[in-house]
């Protein structure tokens, strides 16, 4: 292994107080160079597994045992450039067999163990699409997977990867080291499979080179210094977690926590009060965090829960679009306890980029503008200064770190103008190479140019770039575009829905020029019951977005990636291939007693206006008191509405009166007020 120059650096770190200097880091050019330059600085990884089970392992220990499981995975006839699949859901044995493979040269591919079948299946997915690969696992995980291979019929596969499973419960003696390899800046450090990509899964390449790039950037636009103490529950195989909140920490000489995400989604509570007792200053969470957190919290935490915050230094917040009011709701509650404004810091980044793109200013507050939700398709100028309905809050991520470059772009790739909706285009020495084995799809993501295609919409103002949401998250409906994290944030604003409850999706049938709007919603109470909250939740989401929600459909649960994003594909699927058909018939047939039981019109404006809407609606029949927006009216059915009431009464009727005299009954009282001043 090539390490000349690492005792050098390591006798120079001795000789001062510990607090390693840029351009210290700069000199590492393998991930492997900078574990060995800092074997012998007093700083510790610590793994937070319970409430009562903790260990801590010195920079020196987690090298040594590195070696020595490098050993027993040399034994198996693993080389350099095999793969190998890393199934673990415990920190400190994921930690150790990782550095083992960067040692030997073994490309580690991680791989969340999962918990719903789809996840299960990325398994089995992935493991066919590695020439060379092997699977690191524990025997409570392989005898998992075994029992669910036989229940869906693919023992083949299973068998196949049996012979070249490896577990972790077999090794035992660490203490004769392995053969170092010699490692180079351009290798492959590891593959990294996106938590949401199962049915056709890419892995994003990594280099060594890709990942000190973009780590040196982050040390610097995050002003992270060794003393400096991090605490993630983030899961290992996330790039949030592994390269944000270990790779990062470890490189930069920082002591830092890792608590098992279980340990956070059982006892939320535990993430702050981790944070009070380890002193850590730098914390981080996707919006899915924030709610469970809030959801405890505000239940019975408030009063039980002794944190305090006040030396918290940065909370990144990223790895989904990220949610205004979510901020404000956490700083809110956590500002009794310490917590500045200050400390929330919205960044963006995707496994691409080997993790980071942008982060904000360090100590500045949120940063936002107030966007019109109907001016967000690719290539409209933004509208800034929206008000009420028509507003979506977006978040600044800050400026484009250190050598990465942002470009928004529309769709031929180029450069459009400041405020104008285009693609997110990211280029530089952090930017991976492209997906394994897998030319088609890296030809589609990264251009001549260099350009990597993050998927991503968004724009740029004063150089700061603003996310409004993933392309694939577009919907199309009627001429105007719509995202789905809006509309479902718009959802849980109705009151009638808990947080991340609540998914939509798009369906679109394959003639049609439209999305359908799917909403899915938890419940697993009476259907009588929830066909009234589907009918005021669809009529929400109509008055306040515009949209018209086709169905709002009940689920047991809303599928999500380890790290918490929905996995609204699979719900759409679900519904594409008729699995809710029964709940679906079942509402169908109560609105349909709801119909028959309707109030019919009391005077002959109200029939009039009666047979108006419903020659406008397609056949849905008012009743007196029905609400306009309750029969999910999109903007355009309601222009029709009025257009047709203003060839009957001309000049009577605004288009805005139908929002504030919503009902038959309503509408028909006020024409009649109107007419009778004329």
Known sequence: MQVQGKHKLSAMVKTRPFLLQLTDIVEYKTLTEALDALRDEPRRITYLKSRDRRSAISFSELRRRALGILRHLQQRGL???????????DNEQFVDIFWACLYGGIIPVPIAVGVSDEQRLKLFRVFEKLPQGYVYTNRANWHRFRGFARDRGIEDAYDRMRSRCLLSDDVHDISR????????????????????????????????????????????????????????WMPLTHDMGLIGFHLNMLIRGMNHVLMDTEVFVRRPLSWMQAATTERANVLCSPNFGYRHFLNVFNRRGQGEADFDLSHVRLIFNGAEPISAPLCEQFLDALAPRGLRRTAMFPVYGLAEASLAVSFPPVGRSLHYRDIDRRHLALGDAIQ?????????RCVSVGRAIGACEVRVADADGTALPDATVGRVLIKGPNVSRG???????????????????????????????????????????????FYAHDLEAVAVQSGLLELGKVAVGGYRHEHSESDRILVFVVHRGAMEQFADTAREVAAYVN????????????????????????????????????????????????????????????????????????????????????????????????????????????????????????????????????????
Request: include cysteine; aromatic fraction near 6%.
């Open 177 to 232: 080291p392995g053969r170092l390899e010699e490692i180079r800046t351009g290798d492959v450090a590891f593959i990294q499979y996106s938590s949401g990509s199962t049915s056709e899964p890419k892995g994003v390449v990594l280099t060594h080179g890709n990942l000190l790039a973009n780590i040196r950037d982050i040390i610097q636009a995050a002003q992270f210094s060794a003393d400096d103490v991090s605490l993630s």
């Open 543 to 678: 008055e306040h977005t515009g949209a018209e929600v086709s169905e709002i459909i009940p689920v047991q649960r809303i599928p999500k990636t380890t790290s918490g994003k929905l996995q609204r594909y699979t719900l759409v699927r679900a519904y594409a291939d008729g699995e809710f058909a029964a709940q679906l018939e079942q509402l169908r047939q109560l609105a349909r007693s709801a119909q028959e039981t309707v109030q019919e019109p009391i005077s002959d404006v109200e029939r009039q206006l009666q047979g108006i809407c419903n020659r406008a609606l397609e056949g849905i029949r008012l009743g007196r008191h029905d609400n306009f927006f309750e029969t999910g009216a999109s903007s355009l059915k309601l222009i029709d509405i009025h257009e047709r009431i203003e060839e009957r009464f001309p000049g009577r009727i605004e288009l805005t009166d139908l929002f504030d005299h919503p009902t038959l009954a309503e509408l028909a009282a006020f024409l009649e007020r109107k007419t009778s001043a004329v």
């Open 79 to 89: 080389e350099r450039q095999h793969q190998l699949i890393v199934l673990l859901d």
């Open 384 to 392: 800034t200064g929206a008000v009420d309905d028509a507003a979506m």
């Open 435 to 481: 997906y394994y084995l897998d030319p088609t799809a890296t030809r589609a993501a990264i251009d001549a140019d260099g350009w990597l295609d993050t998927g991503d919409l968004g724009f740029l103002q004063e150089q700061e770039l603003f996310v409004t949401g993933r392309l694939k998250d577009v919907l199309f409906v009627n001429g105007q575009n």
